[in-house]
C-alpha cells in the first residue's frame, strides 16, 4: 500500500513594506470557503476584527466554513491548542503583517501560530 506523502505548509507573506487590503483578504478567505475549504480568519487588530464583524457578503449566509477570531480573546497557549486540533485548509493571520512591522507584536508569536497550525496554507496579511 503506497504510504501517502506529506505535503509541507504553505506560508503567504507579503512583499517587504507591503500589506494586502482588506477586500483582496476577505475575497480570498471567502472564495476558499465557497470551494468548500476550511478556512480560519484570526484578527490581530481590534480594527480589522471590526472590518470582518460588519463585513456583509450575500455569500456569507449560510457559510459555515469560515471562522472569525479576536487573536487578543485567549493565550498564545489556547491558540497553539486550538490550531492543533482543527484542521485547516486556510489559516489567515489578518493584521499580524501591520503589528509586526510596527513592532507592536513578536515575530516568535507569529511564528508560534504557523508552526501549530494544522493548515494547507497559512497567509500572513
Request: charged letters at 20%.
Amino acid at each position: 500500500m503506497k504510504q501517502p506523502t506529506h505535503i509541507p505548509k504553505r506560508l503567504a507573506i507579503p512583499a517587504s513594506g507591503e500589506c494586502p487590503d482588506f477586500g483582496t483578504v476577505a475575497r480570498l478567505a471567502l472564495n476558499c470557503a465557497l470551494l468548500g475549504m476550511q478556512v480560519c480568519v484570526m484578527c490581530f487588530t481590534q480594527e480589522v476584527l471590526d472590518r470582518w464583524t460588519g463585513y456583509s457578503h450575500p455569500a456569507l449566509s449560510g457559510i459555515m466554513l469560515l471562522d472569525v477570531l479576536d487573536c487578543n480573546r485567549a493565550t498564545l497557549s489556547d491558540w497553539k491548542k486550538m490550531l492543533q486540533a482543527h484542521s485547516l485548509d486556510l489559516l489567515v493571520l489578518h493584521g499580524a503583517t501591520n503589528e509586526l512591522q510596527a513592532r507592536r507584536l513578536a515575530v516568535r508569536y507569529v511564528t508560534a501560530l504557523v508552526d501549530a497550525a494544522a493548515a494547507d496554507m497559512v497567509v500572513l496579511a
